[in-house]
């Protein structure tokens, strides 16, 4: 499903984010990956959904060559993905449901679909009170759980979050992971990124530590193993 | 595309002139300005031209038939005159009439004339008067004149006629320049105000390509959105051309001076026009308003 | 504000023109536009009133003093015509000269003028001709003219001075009445220009605001940013108007029409103008500039 | 140094995100604020900065009154707090530096202190190598550091922090949540909302849960106390 081929990026400031990068999940599994600030997570998602290409090496995500994707499939490419960003990314003139919507919109959906699936992915997240609201109205993990929604809306094959638990309380996040799990075993990919040790050891799921922009540890048994 | 969607772009995109609202005034206000000036000085231009139009026509040209002409023959002359393509309102004034009319004018030379015998003995002449429509071909129409028979001489203010063409071309020229100037400079400051309302949205534009909206997609509200602004500045600076032209017509129809009175006779009405400016307008405001934000969007949208 | 942070908001504002240098540059392509705009008209307008002053001139007064006046009396009434105020270029004519004059022109009265003897026996008159400053003065003046000794009649074309005076309060009246429209277009689009880039920094200022920064502190840098975008605009929309004036200016003087160059010797030179144009191009553009981003800004500086 | 008294807040939304919300926290003293999401933290957090004014209620910060403090005094009084915004808030076209030095320049420090103090902050919070570079060109655990950076660099007597370690791996929210600790030795007051279980447990200092808008426990031993 996904592979990273000895993939290297360097930011055009020079700063060098992932160096010799090899790595291969499967369709089906669940991983997390882990690391410290700046080691590169970030820059691994966002090279997995083609927002930023690698200096060097090959990325095939869903059997797709990313390097050599023509520009006009991008957008194809991304429907079969659902991303939570770090930095959740709201569109901040759209009110929650059609921030969630908008995902699906883009899919040339139909609406009586989009009527019965956006409140019921908003309820999945705890967020049914809030559909009206605008997210410069929103608490920062109410904000976090409507990038959720709208990663989750399309089920799709592929699902890539970056620290959606971040601004979330514990039993939140674990309900959230939960949640992940379970669409997990019905066939979803799923690719998280976390720092919470406790998610990733109560859930027995794979995990990829990054340190420097390389896989330093690749673990099936859900241990951190550090140097 | 699917109806649907398209129905749902085309909410969005109206929703959107709202939404944005201090940015669609910006942009209304600033379109709407520019309509003005360039409808402001196309309105002027086109009345200065008309007006010109009509004074050019006071340059008088003069026919002498000869001595020997009988009253048949000045009949036939007339005729004659009046068929030539760039001659107009031919008139015979016989010499007892030229010296009545000389005599009350009352200037320098009236003095002179006092006193002249009328009928046989009267010294002055019969003459044709007539008018050009077209100065510029004074020297053509001159000689055709000249070539008619029981023609003395002819008499056509060759230099006048050259001053009144240059006038007129370099009025319709500056007219010409002066709309052209303001076009261009309103074509700046358009694209400026919509290169910074766009630039103000770049983030949502990144936003959207990013959960995979194509950029046909994104593009669509703002394509109407682009279209209702640039439609209601057209309508706003059309009505209110309307009421100041309105309004200055009025001011002028009251004016007592003789050549205020004469231009403002000569002076287009809005209607004449109205249609025109409103297609005008209309076609110029969606057009920019559209492929301006069309052209500003592509840097964003290659992401 | 101590000067270690003044200088450093002074920098920041400095360097803030090239960090939102879209937004300058917008902001300065606009201003300039305005600006030429204004000084084009200005400069259209102030030479259109110079060139019609010029014509003012050509209507000419004719004084014909009695039959039995002598050389000695029509020096003294020479030198009192002159003294009057509103009066210039006396000319005395004498009647033979009026005479040879008349047949010269060649137009429907020469022909009756033909043969008419010079000397005692000539009909015509002596005359005076003289030009008014101001046609607006012409009835005080007449009856100044026939108020002296020795003068039979004062000959002036009344409806004429009317006509010239109407028609020159109406250049000047349309040419204020532009450069107003202009001035308050212009204000609008900037202030349009104006309020949408300060809103596009408002999360910014919202930032300064919570992390301790007073108004003042805040307000500096863009008022920096708005002295220079101001100057900016200034410098440059003073320079093109300098080449474009001379360029027409060069246009003009080659040409071979006779008015044109008429018009082309009482234009105005740009040096003529340099000076103040540019200090008020200065004055409005570091105006608008400070006192526009100052106003827009303090709305959302209410934090 | 901070009284809350039967304090509540009524967004113009509608949103009641205080009700009679009373609380009492002396100078010197580190306080954890957790609860679950859009439980009101974060609210709380601005009413003490004075960004929102209470609906009711009276609220005094280092012995001010918030809700009769005029407007020309609130930039005043923020500089004797140091806040670390939930979203950051940092200006996008300053670097690191500068966005760091911004706090020092507001307050008329000299330009050697500012030289000297803010590449030692950035040192502390191991961004020594980052100071040239812009927000966006940041990873987010790099961006939070920041916001941290700039709360501490003025020293204030009283630090405010909202999840100021959400975006950042285990150890070193540890080294963070030490270094506020040392810090707060030294006499200053802090306040850290936060979600991580781990954090709270590790450091032994009183801990105030917030829930649907009130203090619904407020405990001196480092313990959560949830129903
Ligand atoms: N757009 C960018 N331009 C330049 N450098 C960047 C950019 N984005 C990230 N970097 C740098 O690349 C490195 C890796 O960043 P990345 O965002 O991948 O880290 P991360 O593992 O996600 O960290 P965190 O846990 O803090 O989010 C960091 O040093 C960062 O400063
Ligand atoms: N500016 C605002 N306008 C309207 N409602 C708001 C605003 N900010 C927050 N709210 C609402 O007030 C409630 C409390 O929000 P607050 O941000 O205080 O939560 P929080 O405890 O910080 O949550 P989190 O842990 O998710 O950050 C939430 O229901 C939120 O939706
Ligand atoms: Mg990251
Ligand atoms: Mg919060």
Chains 1, 4 share one sequence.
């Not at chain 2, 196309?42 to 008309?50: A, I, K, P, Q, R």
């Not at chain 2, 669509?220 to 959105?225: G, V």
Request: hydrophobic fraction near 45%.
């Amino acid at each position: 499903m996904i592979e990273f081929i000895n993939v290297s990026k360097t930011y055009r400031t020079g700063t060098h984010a992932l160096h010799n990068f090899s790595l291969n999940i499967d369709r089906g599994e669940f991983v997390f990956v882990v690391g410290p600030s700046g080691a590169g997570k970030s820059t691994f998602i966002k090279l997995m959904m083609r927002e930023e290409k690698p200096t060097e090496g090959e990325i095939y995500v869903n059997g797709q060559n990313l390097v050599k994707m023509r520009r006009r499939k991008v957008p194809y490419f991304r429907r079969t993905l659902g991303v939570v960003f770090q930095d959740f990314r709201l569109i901040p003139y759209m009110n929650v449901y059609d921030n969630v919507a908008f995902a699906m919109r883009v899919t040339n959906v139909r609406r009586r679909e989009i009527r019965e699936r956006v409140p019921y992915i908003l309820k999945l997240v705890g967020l049914e009170g809030k559909s009206k609201s605008l997210p410069e109205h929103l608490s920062g993990g109410e904000q976090q759980r409507v990038a959720l929604a709208r990663a989750l809306v399309n089920n799709p094959p592929l699902i890539i979050a970056d620290e959606p638990t971040g601004n979330i309380d514990p039993e939140l996040s674990f309900e959230i992971v939960d949640l992940l799990s379970e669409i997990n075993k019905c066939g979803t990919t799923i690719v998280m990124v976390t720092h919470e040790h406790n998610l990733v050891s109560e859930f027995n799921h794979r995990v990829i530590m990054i340190e420097e922009g390389s896989v330093v540890s690749d673990n099936r048994n859900g241990r951190y193993s550090a140097e | 595309m699917s109806f649907g969607s398209f129905m749902y772009l085309f909410k969005e995109g109206f929703k959107n002139v709202w939404v944005n609202r201090l940015m669609s005034f910006a942009s209304i206000g600033t379109l709407m300005a520019c309509m003005l000036l360039i409808g402001g000085s196309l309105l002027l231009s086109l009345n200065v031209n008309t007006i010109i139009g009509s004074v050019e026509q006071q340059n008088e040209a003069v026919v002498y038939p000869n001595d020997e002409i009988t009253d048949e023959e000045i009949r036939e002359l007339d005729t004659q005159i009046s068929l030539i393509e760039n001659v107009t309102d031919v008139i015979f004034i016989d010499k007892d009439q030229l010296l009545a009319e000389t005599m009350a004018k009352g200037d320098e030379l009236a003095k002179a004339m006092e006193g002249l015998p009328l009928g046989e003995d009267n010294p002055l002449q019969n003459t044709f008067r007539l008018r050009l429509k077209d100065q510029a071909l004074a020297v053509e129409t001159k000689s055709e004149l000249e070539s008619l028979d029981h023609v003395a001489e002819v008499y056509i203010q060759l230099d006048l006629a050259e001053t009144i063409t240059s006038i007129k071309r370099a009025v319709s020229l500056s007219g010409f320049t002066i709309v052209a100037i303001l076009v261009v400079v309103s074509l700046v400051i358009i694209a400026n105000t919509i290169k910074v309302t766009v630039f103000n949205r770049r983030k949502e534009i990144n936003i959207m390509k990013s959960v995979g909206a194509t950029s046909a997609f994104i593009r669509m509200p703002f394509l109407i959105e682009g279209f209702f602004i640039g439609l209601m500045s057209a309508l706003m600076a059309f009505g209110l051309l309307w009421l100041g032209y309105n309004y200055i017509m009025l001011a002028i129809s009251t004016s007592r001076t003789g050549w205020i009175k004469t231009a403002y006779e000569n002076m287009l009405t809005f209607r004449q026009i109205a249609l025109q400016m409103f297609i005008y307008f209309s076609a110029g405001g969606i057009g920019i308003g559209v492929f301006g934000s069309m052209f500003f969007m592509n840097k964003y949208l290659k992401v």
